[in-house]
């Protein structure tokens, strides 16, 4: 059969034919062009009993602390670089996959350059570090003139840690308060920020990290209770999810968790 040319085509072909060239020529633009989106995948976890990075997270001095079992995992997400080339087939390709997500550039980075990002995630985390001290050392009626309490990650930053580095502390110092571990010798993780009341609030990203902590062996994850739903969205199997609002109550939960008492649940 002949082929056709756009001369001889009809006006509506032939307009058809330009719209379908247009169509063509934005899509390869738009597949080329960077998007304002960041990538995130599940990130690391850290035991904050632990060492990270040859470093004690925890360190107490002016009283004595117990040797503990168990962990307690802070998690994270690692996200595409503030200055990384997101792409439309990043995009498309990250919302067939449950260990992705798609966020705005904006939900996660503070500030325009990889710089002023990590000097803002760097006074996050002392803010965070300072507040769960004080929530720890008030819930444990301690006086934070004797106690003394250091707190260190390496290379992570921002305030979600605040919930598991003051559940790390009230563990090195008294544990269940029974003479136990605040764990009872399981790996519990979770995510939250805390204030010095010991107030627990949402950090984003959530099931994004409760794949973190099943991956890291947890079995309980701990999350601000204004998240239970987006942490239910991707909920691995075996991960048991208590819901908190305080750290008073996230204490209970754990107590509870050990003696058969009554545990929330999402």
């Not at 904050?48 to 997400?77: E, F, H, N, P, Y």
């Not at 507040?131 to 309490?149: E, F, H, I, M, W």
């Not at 559940?167 to 010798?185: A, Q, S």
Request: hydrophobic fraction near 40%; proline fraction near 6%; include cysteine.
């Amino acid at each position: 059969m002949p082929a056709v040319s756009l001369r001889a085509a009809s006006p509506r072909a032939r307009i058809l034919a330009v719209c379908a060239v247009l169509v063509i020529a934005l899509l390869a633009v738009a597949a080329l062009a960077p998007l304002p989106f960041t990538v995130a995948q599940p990130g690391t976890t850290v035991n904050v009993l632990g060492a990270d990075g040859g470093k004690q997270v925890i360190t107490v001095s002016g009283s004595d602390t117990r040797k503990t079992k168990g962990q307690l995992r802070m998690t994270t997400i690692a996200a595409t670089g503030p200055e990384a080339k997101v792409r439309l087939g990043d995009v498309v390709s990250s919302w067939f996959r449950t260990d992705r997500a798609v966020l705005p550039r904006e939900a996660v980075y503070v500030g325009d350059t990889t710089k002023d990002i990590e000097k803002h995630n760097a006074d996050e985390m002392r803010k965070s570090q300072n507040t769960a001290t004080s929530a720890a050392l008030g819930y444990l009626n301690r006086s934070p003139g004797d106690v003394k309490v250091k707190l260190r990650l390496a290379d992570v930053g921002g305030p979600s840690a605040g919930l598991l580095f003051s559940l790390g502390i009230v563990d090195k110092l008294d544990g269940d308060g029974r003479g136990g571990d605040l764990t009872g010798g399981r790996t519990i993780a979770g995510t939250g920020t805390i204030d010095a009341r010991g107030k627990v609030g949402p950090v984003g990203g959530v099931p994004l990290k409760t794949q973190a902590a099943k991956r890291d062996g947890a079995t309980v994850f701990l999350v601000p209770k204004d998240e239970c739903k987006d942490a239910e969205t991707e909920q691995p199997k075996g991960l048991r999810l208590i819901p908190v609002t305080t750290l008073d109550g996230a204490v209970k939960a754990l107590n509870n968790l050990q003696s058969g008492g009554a545990v929330p649940s999402c």
